[in-house]
């Protein structure tokens, strides 16, 4: 088998105006997390004359967005570009479940328990995971992570399960 992608016709679902599908696709995505940013932020105060407020910041960075993602799907109609390519849910979804986990375990089961584990939990995003090489990693990551927060700077974190401390 080869990595590199075949010539064959491929059949696309997008329009025959749209010559490069996954620019496109691209830009109409940044365009709605930036229009969903704006719409988050709508509540929050923005600028009076010369003072920022806690909206601004956000509702800046969503407009440069808004612009970019227009730019990126108009080049997606105006130049030949690539198909619309596969997606790799694996790894996203592992990562999301170690972040999920790691805040569900934090307060019953300790820093030390959950940061393992999660870390764990995110190595299976991908096949390549070497086990012992990242079980020798999470190992030293816990203990760096033990170490920074509740002692270098100075976090009120519970190291180990309670069951265990009481």
Request: hydrophobic residues 55%.
């Amino acid at each position: 088998m080869s990595d590199t992608p075949s010539r064959a016709l491929v059949k696309s679902i997008m329009p025959k105006w749209v010559r490069g599908p996954q620019d496109f696709v691209g830009g109409i995505a940044l365009m709605a997390i930036a229009i969903f940013a704006l719409w988050a932020s709508s509540d929050l105060q923005g600028m009076r004359g010369f003072s920022f407020g806690a909206g601004t910041a956000p509702r800046m960075f969503a407009v440069l967005l808004l612009g970019l993602g227009a730019a990126v799907a108009l080049m997606g109609i105006l130049a030949e570009g690539a198909h619309l390519a596969t997606y790799a849910w694996r790894g996203p979804l592992f990562v999301s479940l170690s972040i999920l986990s790691f805040a569900i375990t934090i307060r019953p089961l300790g820093l030390v328990v959950s940061a393992f584990a999660s870390f764990l939990i995110s190595a299976l995003g991908t096949p390549e995971t070497r086990w012992k090489e990242t079980i020798i990693v999470g190992v030293c990551l816990t203990i760096g992570c033990s170490l920074l927060f509740p002692y270098a700077l100075g976090l009120p974190l519970q190291l180990f399960p309670r069951f265990l401390v009481q």
